[in-house]
């Protein structure tokens, strides 16, 4: 029977957790040994008492708990515990570790993984393709941080969002422009509208313009656009004389704009300043910029990640994790598609790592004591010659 475990999260912001009572249910059906670290799920609201209705087993998450595990499900990338410990140090070597393991963010951590002879699976690099759509955890949480970003946005302007109108006359609806239509773009969209704002949204991708229009939303055309799809469906990088033009046009829908949410990234890159101090300065006085980018160096050139800032009276807002800050239902997709690419990992009821498998292989961080994904090897070598 394969030992699977599921920590309490330790990583500054985070509140999620990996599996929830109804995963640890299907988890335990198939056959794995479930055990859960005491108050791994009380963050997000899931108590002891469920997991172990669900059929698993709490325990205190000391070294041997690490060190016995087969299988380890995370939500962030292995920290340093409070008492000092190094979480990679508690993993066994051979352990299959899965969960949102920032593989650009910290190279020097997946190079100590692969020393450590894990076998790590990112969420992040599943392919988005048809087959994984259950397991594209990038989308499941985006889908939670547009959300919230209009929420966040809603409780920090001081105006209405619908157009109300009342005894004392008309209130015009707010005016929500968001840059990016992505998944979370796309959900900041819907939720906006749904609360009443007029709002528009600017993409590189000129094939999103049908989505935005079928939500209710204008696209702002971009003259002379190139399109800016990258490999599964992501954005890529464009050249700065484009991003100058684009900028230049969006700064005549700022104008009028009560909010702006940017949702701008590219993986594996620093993502691109797409609103400048001088279109930050054209703004009205009491707008808001929420930049969901915020941890990627921010699409707006004042976001301090995790701060407010307040220039000429808009405030510019840069959320760090914002999918935590909705931990129970965050936790929920977040854990089941965990528990589809387990399962997918594991078709006869044991674990099998199939190199030849376009999931498996995309996924796959580190194995054998190397790091197996190209990208992210290159990456490190980048890295490691332009320090010495």
Not at 28 to 37: D, I, K, L, M, Y
Not at 66 to 78: C, F, G, H, S
Request: glycine share 10%; hydrophobic share 45%.
């Amino acid at each position: 029977m394969t030992r699977l475990f599921v920590p309490r999260e330790r990583r500054a912001h985070e509140r999620r957790v990996a599996a929830t009572p109804e995963t640890v249910a299907k988890l335990t059906a198939a056959g794995f040994a479930v055990s859960v670290e005491r108050g791994a799920g009380s963050a997000s609201y899931l108590p002891d008492r469920e997991y172990v209705e669900a059929g698993a087993e709490i325990v205190a998450g000391d070294r041997d708990d690490w060190n016995r595990a087969e299988i380890v499900l995370k939500v962030a990338a292995p920290t340093v515990r409070e008492d000092g410990t190094d979480e990679i140090d508690l993993l066994a070597s051979g352990a299959v570790l899965i969960g949102l393991l920032a593989p650009y963010a910290d190279l020097e951590r997946v190079h100590e993984l692969a020393e450590r002879g894990v076998t790590s699976i990112a969420m992040e690099l599943i392919p988005r393709i048809t087959r994984a759509q259950s397991m594209d955890a990038l989308s499941s949480q985006a889908n939670v941080g547009g959300y919230k970003a209009v929420i966040l946005a809603a409780c920090h302007l001081g105006r209405y969002f619908p157009m109300l109108m009342t005894a004392a006359g008309t209130i015009r609806p707010a005016r929500v422009v968001i840059l990016g239509g992505g998944v979370a773009g796309l959900q900041a969209l819907a939720t906006a509208k749904r609360l009443g704002a007029v709002v528009e949204v600017s993409d590189i991708r000129p094939e999103v313009a049908e989505q935005v229009e079928s939500l209710g939303g204008r696209f702002i055309d971009l003259p002379e656009m190139e399109s800016g799809e990258g490999e599964g469906g992501y954005a890529k990088a464009v050249g700065e004389n484009f991003l100058r033009r684009q900028r230049t046009i969006l700064t005549e829908h700022l104008a009028s704009a009560s909010v702006v949410i940017t949702t701008a990234q590219v993986p594996g890159k620093k993502a691109p300043i797409l609103l400048t101090r001088e279109m930050v300065a054209a703004m009205k006085p009491g707008s808001v910029i929420i930049d969901l980018a915020a941890e990627q160096g921010g699409n707006c050139e004042l976001t301090q990640a995790g701060e407010e800032v307040e220039v000429n009276g808009v405030r510019v807002i840069g959320p760090i994790n914002l999918p935590a800050t909705v931990p129970l239902d965050a936790s929920r997709v977040y854990a089941r598609n965990v528990l589809s690419l387990v399962e997918h990992l594991s078709p006869e009821g044991s674990l099998t790592i199939d190199r030849e498998d376009e999931i498996t292989s995309g996924a796959l961080l580190t194995t054998d004591g190397k790091i197996f994904n190209a990208r992210v090897a290159q990456a490190l070598r980048a890295e490691q010659e332009g320090g010495s």
